[in-house]
């Protein structure tokens, strides 16, 4: 029973690591961009769950300190991933910005078609605006 | 008092509880998009109404019961909203509700083909 | 009592789960999305009062919030397309 | 979605309701859960809410694009500005004490002015970048 | 109950994710995504992170459901059909996950009191503030008090990623190579 306790207790562990995973499958085998961002969320959503489960006393309650309680959860992960998460959507919004000016670059979000079309541009034939655009 | 005030919360609480997981039910089995969004709707009005005011008998006055209370309006408010919404998409999009007489044509033909 | 709420709205999440995984088209699993948000927030509740602890309804308001904000934005995105649509544009 | 009425009265009595909430989980932030970051993504959530069904030109009415460009710095410098008192005073920067005699009464008023510094460049960044897509949208 | 109710949420966590992985419509990957965010916002309230469950659930279902609504509009919302070969990336996935759960086996177990996390500096936190010398939040007033710098440097992070999406996307979209593009064959997707 206790064995089963404790591997109840891994759970966590375990379903962090495969949601990593999933995210780093999602990054480096889908070709999709946007999905490759979904990826990368679904990835730091892991990294949520590995700071905060660590934290967790059971029996205790969440750190907002009240009379009635002795056993408070740590707050210091909640602190470090709150401001996390905030930064996590701006950084995810500067990432789609970017997907949507290499859409307007190359009129595709698919990494193969792009690297098709470098390609084609890196053999002599460069096209002046475009180049200048991807380097602005 | 107190305990008629108990049970009552229990029952609330109960009979809540009964709902959702009726409407849930009926969100997976139901046969398309319409029927399946009317047993959702159950959730967040029977459903969510009496648990919450199953949690307010509990809670008692005080700073608890304001708070349920808006969150009851605020279900109360956006779910007939969003569902208003989502059933417009859904017939502007083309999606047809499956009709008795679809049914019942089914039936008929189903009907025919055992009889001859 | 409260044992009976949380574990009802469980079950109940997971067959909203599972609707909005098998949904046949993309309604089904918009219904199901904006189901599971007031499962959470009716999960949050019984949490709370299960742990002793109910003045946290707040997160509750918040998440019926933002479910409203998601939904309406994905029923948008699908009349419209655009998110910042105006039909002052369009006339 | 302009002509809905469902839509459009409903979002018409719940935004001053989103507003206020805001303020109420900034204000309330040292006693429950909430704070600066919250309040400025529920803000910013209720300003797109308004667009979404009103269209972004009447919320760019509620909130002016100039305003909020500016708003974007002026948190930061809300926040720094908040822990320069600190150095005058011979302490170390971000030290609160300064604020006021009473040790405890520094703290809050230096929380308060820190989290209203979150709040403003939270709301400002988010309301910012939804108008930034949406605006590419229409060239 | 805390346990099992644990172990339900996170099953499914794995099971949306799953859902997110075969998806190839990106706009129910969108759908999915939200839902996703409501279910770790749960997880998160069972943790005792409510404040981290606030933020995740606002920012998560709202905001970031909307920006990447907007930049569907913009680019399209189908995946691409064709399908990379998988067995490679699910090789490299295995084996770093396989050696992840093998380094878990040390970690201390779940929720117990006496794990090396709660014995730094967070007990003096809680003393500090059940001495009603900080607010009775402890997050808020790490945040703001004890951590400052940190949350000044996030707050300059959000005002830098906002500078840089206006700078992306505001300004005059260039028509001609804009066109010359679009008029190759296969350019849209």
Redesign the interface.
């Known amino acids: 029973m206790s064995r089963f306790l404790e591997l109840l207790g891994h759970y966590n562990y375990f379903v962090t690591i495969f949601l990593m995973m999933a995210g780093l499958y999602v990054v480096i085998a889908r070709g999709n961009m946007i999905k490759k961002l979904v990826g990368m969320s679904l990835f730091q959503t892991s990294v949520y769950l590995l700071y905060i489960s660590p934290g967790k006393i059971l029996g205790g309650?969440?750190p907002?300190v009240?009379a009635?309680f002795a056993v408070y959860s740590n707050p210091l992960p909640h602190v470090l991933i709150l401001t996390a998460i905030v930064v996590g959507v701006a950084t995810l919004a500067l990432g789609l910005a970017l997907v949507v000016r290499i859409n307007e670059a190359y009129g595709s979000v698919e990494e193969d078609e792009i690297f098709a079309r470098d390609g084609k541009t890196r053999d002599g034939k460069t096209r002046d605006g475009e180049t200048r655009d991807g380097e602005s | 008092m107190a305990l008629l005030i108990d049970a009552l919360?229990?029952l609330c609480?109960?009979t809540?509880?009964?709902f959702?997981?009726v409407?849930?039910?009926g969100?997976?089995r139901m046969p398309d998009?319409f029927t399946?969004?009317q047993a959702?709707s159950l959730?967040?009005t029977v459903?969510?109404g009496l648990?919450?005011f199953?949690?307010m008998l509990?809670?008692g006055f005080g700073?608890?019961t304001v708070?349920?209370v808006?969150?009851l309006a605020?279900?109360f408010f956006?779910?007939p909203?969003?569902s208003h919404?989502?059933a417009q998409?859904?017939l502007?999009?083309g999606?047809k509700p499956i009709l008795a007489e679809d049914r019942r044509g089914r039936l008929d033909r189903k009907a025919k083909a055992g009889g001859k | 009592?409260?044992?009976?709420?949380?574990?009802?709205?469980?079950?109940?999440?997971?067959?909203?789960?599972?609707?909005?995984?098998a949904g046949p088209?993309?309604?089904?699993?918009?219904?199901?999305?904006?189901?599971?948000?007031?499962?959470?927030?009716?999960?949050?509740?019984?949490?709370g009062?299960?742990?002793?602890?109910?003045?946290?309804?707040?997160?509750?308001?918040?998440?019926?919030?933002?479910?409203?904000?998601?939904?309406?934005?994905?029923?948008?995105?699908?009349?419209?397309?655009?998110?910042?649509?105006?039909?002052?544009?369009e006339a | 979605?302009?002509?809905d009425v469902i839509?459009r009265v409903g979002v018409k009595t719940?935004f001053p309701f989103?507003l206020m909430?805001a303020l109420?989980?900034h204000f309330?932030g040292d006693y429950?859960?909430?704070g600066g970051f919250?309040a400025g993504v529920?803000i910013a959530?209720?300003i797109?809410?308004y667009?979404?069904?009103f269209?972004?030109?009447?919320a760019k009415r509620v909130a002016p694009v100039a305003v909020v460009e500016r708003l974007v710095p002026a948190g930061v410098l809300i926040y720094v500005f908040g822990g320069i008192p600190g150095l005058f005073a011979g302490k170390r920067f971000l030290d609160y004490t300064v604020y006021a005699q009473d040790p405890l009464h520094g703290h809050e008023w230096g929380v308060f002015i820190v989290e209203g510094g979150v709040i403003v460049t939270v709301a400002a960044t988010m309301i910012a970048i939804?108008?930034a897509?949406?605006?590419r949208?229409?060239g | 109950?805390e346990l099992a109710?644990n172990a339900?949420?996170l099953t499914?966590l794995v099971?949306?994710s799953l859902?997110i992985i075969r998806q190839r419509?990106l706009?129910?990957v969108?759908?999915?995504a939200?839902?996703y965010s409501?279910?770790i916002?749960?997880i998160l309230?069972?943790l005792d992170a409510?404040d981290v469950?606030?933020t995740e659930?606002?920012v998560g279902?709202?905001i970031s459901?909307?920006v990447l609504?907007?930049t569907?509009?913009l680019t399209g919302s189908m995946e691409y059909p064709k399908p990379r070969p998988a067995v490679l990336p699910l090789f490299v996935c295995a084996v770093t996950g396989v050696a992840l759960i093998w380094g878990t086996w040390d970690l201390p177990g779940f929720g117990v009191a006496v794990a090396p996390i709660h014995q730094a500096t967070v007990p003096e936190y809680l003393r500090v503030a059940e001495a009603h010398l900080i607010a009775p939040n402890v997050v808020t007033a790490v945040l703001a008090d004890y951590r400052g710098y940190d949350t000044m440097g996030e707050t300059t992070v959000v005002f830098t990623a906002g500078i840089g999406v206006m700078l992306l996307l505001r300004g005059r979209r260039k028509v001609g190579a804009d066109a010359g593009l679009d008029a190759k064959p296969g350019a849209k997707t």
Do not use: C
């Open positions: 309650t969440a907002i009240d009635r | 919360s229990w609480i109960v809540g509880s009964g959702v997981v409407g849930a039910i969100m997976v998009l399946r969004m959702a959730i967040d459903g969510a648990l919450l199953g949690f509990q809670a700073l608890v708070k349920l808006v969150l605020l279900f956006i779910g909203m969003v919404a989502l998409a859904a502007h999009e999606v | 009592m409260f044992h009976v709420a949380v574990i009802a709205v469980l079950v109940a999440l997971v067959l909203a789960v599972f609707r909005a995984l088209g993309v309604f089904d699993r918009m219904l199901a999305a904006n189901s599971i948000g007031s499962l959470a927030i009716l999960l949050l509740a019984g949490l009062f299960l742990n002793g602890r109910p003045e946290w309804l707040d997160i509750g308001i918040t998440y019926g919030l933002l479910n409203a904000v998601s939904t309406l934005a994905v029923l948008k995105f699908f009349r419209h397309g655009d998110l910042a649509f105006d039909a002052e544009d | 979605m302009k002509q839509l719940v989103i909430f109420y989980v309330h429950g859960p909430g919250q529920i959530a209720g797109i809410l667009a979404l069904v269209g972004s030109a009447a939804f108008y897509f949406g605006d949208a229409r | 109950m109710i339900v949420l499914l099971a949306i859902g419509s706009f129910g969108v759908l999915l939200g839902a409501f279910l916002a749960s309230i069972v409510v469950a606030m659930a606002a279902a709202g459901t909307v609504l907007a569907l509009h």
